[in-house]
Structures are given as structure tokens and as C-alpha cells.
């Protein structure tokens, strides 16, 4: 469909179509089915309405007629960027069905990112809630569609003020494309390295096996209850098993606004939720506030901790403290998936990240040469498989480094394998810095600084976070005396990055610490920070 998409060699989809890992089906068609077989039975519970699979079917073929009036075509990309609501499933949905590609967008992205992904994408239409945790994204939007030719629709989710309301846009149901489930479904978008994020393209085939795998082991059915208290355009709450995850094994999903234990308990006693998933410094959150809480947690049987790794000594007082078994998950947007198993032993939940959850998956740990380690040292994890990607959307010279000449992904990340196969994380290759979860590229912050007249150079490296696990320190030289750190950070927020890429501390330096063959020493930096 793209020429500028890497796609899977033919013996390989041949192999997992023979395997049964892809069935042919499309999201459309799934959500029909459920539809079908599921009926009045609540598939999603938001916070001001709830939604039975047969209406959201509805609902879905109605959007769907009123954006394809609207221009909307099969192959056309549409830039999603919407809170934890229901009409996020009717978005998405509507789009799947027209065959138009959602890239998602997260709440927290700002002008400078959302302009890039519209731009890079060739966006038609940028669909956005009015108001969200106290920001108006239709002044974004404003500022967004000034600046990117290609795009021609705001809808918005609320007040559209000038804008096209979605709420007006849910029409008799028409005639639909016939979609290909080997076709892209949609883009996500990876943590980044290098700059602004990759694009990456995933398949109806491939995605819809990592959620009926991801519902096999994490044991969901029609009475799972999943709450949503992580953003759900995120891989992670998407599909691991995430929401689209439970809507596939027949379960409901109960969405929160945000994570905070005030919010979230509450919900979990009143709507019984089973299962839910957050990252670390949320995790040590609800640890700490169980006990000065009223809330009936007794519901929940599993607490899903990923997005970074988690302390053994935090794990091992999950079990204790809230009443429920620990899953571990350890994966990426790019495909593979790493889960603890329900029933592993308590060493296993407590110390490991789990392994693999396709016997397809494959692994590689391997040393600077490419060279495969010894079983338990650590080497950087490479892998592919049926539902890990084979290269990012329009970046060949990219991945010529992001994935080897047969075709596995460079992961960035540095593991090791215990003798069950299970991966314990042990750090990253990449220039990434993992503030709770949210992923911040290095060099995308770097080159915002270096357009302010006064930053002769910079540099953002990681310092270690006992509460986020990490946070992040713009080291910078400067032309004169005169540039101080508000300003520095007035200057990122003014240029339109999202809050949790502004660098939490910022140190001026006369000048860097260099490599043998004269590149920056982050290491240096990073020990630096560290000592102060």
C-alpha cells in the first residue's frame, strides 16, 4: 500500500498465516462480531456515559458515513489526539472501517510535535477534544492548520467553536470500503532516540494477534473488567491487553481520567474492575496511598506494572499491600511484548520483566559486534517476529540502523536472560531518557535549545529519579553570563514541547566532556549529575 513502509518477506507472512497467527480479520469486522455476539452487554464505561458493543457498532458505521462525507478516504492519514472518552473507540473505529490511518497522538503533545506529525504524515483532518485538563487544543488546532498544507479538517470532540463538532457528524451508515487485513491500520509512534518520533505502521494482522495473544495471557474474558488510567492512545494501555484488548475477549472497560489514587480507587470498588495497568512512579503511588484509603480493592486481581523498569522491592509489596498478583510487561510500539505469567513464582514476578508471549517471537542478545552473548550476561535485545515491525513509515536511511539485513529490530535496550527465558531490562543503548514511562528523545530537546540566540551547545542526559526512575538535565553552554535557567525553560515551553520533555534541571557548563574521537561523553555527564 506504501511504498514507504517495510513490510514482511513473503516467506514469513506465509509462515504466519499457515501458523494461524494471522487469521485475515480486519478491527472492523471484530468489533462487528462482538457487536453480533455481545450485544446489550456494556463494552465501555466512560465518565459520563457508558456504551453497549451494539451501539458502539452503531455509532462506528454513523461516524464513519459522516466522515466520509465529510472527505475522509481509505489511505488518507488522520492525526488523533484525544483523551480517555468513548468517543476515542468511536474515532478509531469509524476510521478502521473507511480505511483511513489514525496516527496517535498523546493528550500531553503540544504544538511543536502535532505540527510535525500532521506535516510528516501528509494529515487531512486532526481530531481533538475542546478542552482537556485544563488546556483548549482548538487553539492549537489553529495554529496547527495555519501551518500545514495538506490539512483540511478540525473535529472536535465538545465545543467546536469554529471548528467542525464531531457530534454533528453521525449520519444514516453508507456503503464501506472493502479493507485488507495485511494493510496498515494505523501509525503509532515510538519513544524516539533521534529526534521526533518514528512513525510506526501496524497491520490489522499483526496487531490483532498481539491482542489475542496479550488476552490469552493476561487471562481476560467476558467478565475482565479493565480500567483505563493511563493515556489508551499509548501502546501500552491500547493493546497490552489495554482496551482494545478486553473489547476483543468480550470484556468492558471502564476509562479514568488520570491515574491518581483519589480518582482511580473509587472506580475500581464501584465498577469491579479486575485488571489495570500503570507504570512505575504510579505504582509506588497507589502503594503508598492504599493504606490511608477507605476504597474496596478486592475486586482487582492483577496490577500490570510496565513503561519502565520496576524495583524488586516495590514488586515484592504488590501482593501484600493491594491483595492482587503483579504482572510484569516489558514490550514496545514496534511489536514485541514480554509478559510475567499469572501463575510464575514470586522470584520470577518480583525480579524479571517476563518473556516473550509468541513462541514466534524471536531473540537476540548481543554484544557491540553484533556477536550473541552468553546466557545471563547482558547484551542489547534484538527481535523479530508477527507483530514486530519491519522498519518505519517513510525513514529507509533510519532503518538501515534500526534493524539488521535480516530483518530484527534493534531494541536500544540492554537485557539479559535468566536460564526460564525470561528478560531482565538492565539499562538502554539508546540516547533516551524514560521519565515515568514517557519516553524523551535527547536530541529532539538538544536541537530546541540550540535555537535560542544565547545556547552555544547543549546536552540532556538522564540523572537517576527514586520517584520516576529517571528525569532529565540539559547540561549548556552558553554565549554570556546573561542566559538563566527560567529562561531557558520559558523559551522550550514557548516553542510549544510538551511538559515532560522541559528538562527538570538545567546546568551551564564552560564545556563538555569529550570521547576519544571527540564526541560528546554523555557517560560523563550522567556521572556528573549523578554526584551532585
Excluded at 491483595?323 to 514480554?338: D, K, P, R, S
Aim: some cysteine; charged content about 25%; proline content about 5%.
Amino acid at each position: 500500500m506504501f511504498a514507504n513502509c517495510t513490510s514482511w518477506p513473503e516467506a514469513f507472512t506465509d509462515q504466519y498465516r499457515k501458523e494461524g497467527c494471522w487469521k485475515g480479520e480486519t478491527f472492523g469486522e471484530m468489533l462487528r462480531e462482538r457487536a453480533l455476539k455481545y450485544g446489550d452487554r456494556t463494552a465501555v464505561t466512560g465518565k459520563e456515559r457508558e456504551i453497549s458493543y451494539k451501539h458502539l457498532d452503531r455509532n462506528v458505521d454513523q461516524l464513519a458515513a459522516g466522515l466520509h462525507q465529510m472527505g475522509i478516504r481509505q489511505y488518507d492519514r488522520v492525526v488523533v489526539q484525544l483523551p480517555n472518552r468513548i468517543e476515542f473507540f468511536e474515532v478509531i473505529f469509524a476510521l478502521f472501517r473507511l480505511g483511513a490511518l489514525p496516527v496517535f497522538a498523546l493528550p500531553s503533545h503540544r504544538y511543536s510535535e502535532i505540527r510535525y506529525f500532521c506535516e510528516f504524515s501528509e494529515a487531512k483532518a486532526y481530531i481533538i477534544a475542546d478542552r482537556d485538563a485544563g488546556f483548549d487544543f482548538r487553539s492549537l488546532a489553529k495554529k496547527v492548520i495555519e501551518t500545514v498544507p495538506t490539512l483540511q479538517h478540525i473535529v472536535v470532540i465538545g465545543d467546536g467553536g469554529k471548528f467542525q463538532a464531531l457530534d454533528q457528524l453521525y449520519q444514516d451508515p453508507i456503503d464501506l470500503p472493502n479493507i485488507d487485513s495485511s494493510e496498515i491500520v494505523f501509525f503509532q509512534l515510538s519513544g524516539g532516540s533521534t529526534g521526533l518520533p518514528k512513525f510506526i505502521p501496524r497491520t490489522h494482522d499483526d496487531y490483532i494477534y498481539s491482542l489475542r495473544l496479550s488476552a490469552e495471557v493476561c487471562n481476560l474474558h467476558e467478565s475482565s473488567v479493565y480500567l483505563a488510567v493511563l493515556p489508551i492512545a499509548h501502546n501500552y494501555p491500547l493493546s497490552s491487553p489495554g482496551v482494545l484488548g478486553t473489547l476483543y475477549a468480550g470484556g468492558r472497560v471502564v476509562l479514568s481520567g488520570d491515574s491518581s489514587p483519589d480518582e482511580a480507587f473509587p472506580l475500581i470498588e464501584r465498577e469491579q474492575v479486575t485488571i489495570t495497568a500503570l507504570v512505575p512512579p504510579i505504582a509506588l503511588v497507589w502503594l503508598e496511598a492504599v493504606s490511608s484509603r477507605q476504597c474496596d480493592l478486592s475486586s482487582l486481581e492483577v496490577l500490570q506494572v510496565g513503561g519502565g523498569k520496576f524495583g524488586s522491592e516495590a514488586a515484592r509489596r504488590v501482593k501484600p499491600v493491594i491483595g492482587c498478583t503483579l504482572q510484569q510487561v516489558y514490550g514496545m510500539a514496534e511489536g514485541l511484548v514480554n509478559y510475567t505469567r499469572l501463575d510464575d513464582p514470586e522470584e520470577i514476578l518480583i525480579h524479571t520483566q517476563g518473556r516473550p508471549m509468541s513462541p514466534y517471537d524471536e531473540i537476540r542478545i548481543v554484544d557491540e559486534e553484533d556477536r550473541e552473548v552468553a546466557l545471563g550476561e547482558v547484551g542489547e535485545l534484538l527481535t523479530r517476529g508477527p507483530y514486530t515491525i519491519r522498519g518505519y513509515y517513510k525513514a529507509k536511511e533510519y532503518n538501515r540502523k534500526a534493524f539488521t539485513s535480516d530483518g530484527f529490530y534493534r531494541t536500544g535496550d540492554l537485557v539479559r536472560m535468566t536460564p526460564e527465558g525470561y528478560l531482565i531490562v538492565e539499562g538502554r543503548a539508546k540516547d533516551q531518557i524514560n521519565r515515568g514511562g514517557e519516553k524523551i528523545a535527547a536530541a529532539e530537546v538538544e536541537n530546541h535549545l540550540l535555537a535560542h540566540p544565547l545556547v552555544r551547545d547543549a546536552a540532556i542526559v538522564s540523572m537517576p529519579d527514586e520517584f520516576l526512575g529517571e528525569r532529565s538535565c540539559a547540561f549548556v553552554i552558553a554565549q554570556d553570563d546573561s542566559l538563566n535557567i527560567a529562561e531557558v525553560k520559558a523559551f522550550l515551553r514557548e516553542r510549544g514541547l510538551a511538559a515532560f520533555k522541559i528538562p527538570d534541571r538545567v546546568e551551564f557548563i564552560d564545556s563538555f566532556p569529550k570521547t576519544a574521537v571527540g564526541k560528546v561523553n554523555k557517560r560523563s555527564l550522567r556521572q556528573m549529575v549523578a554526584n551532585k
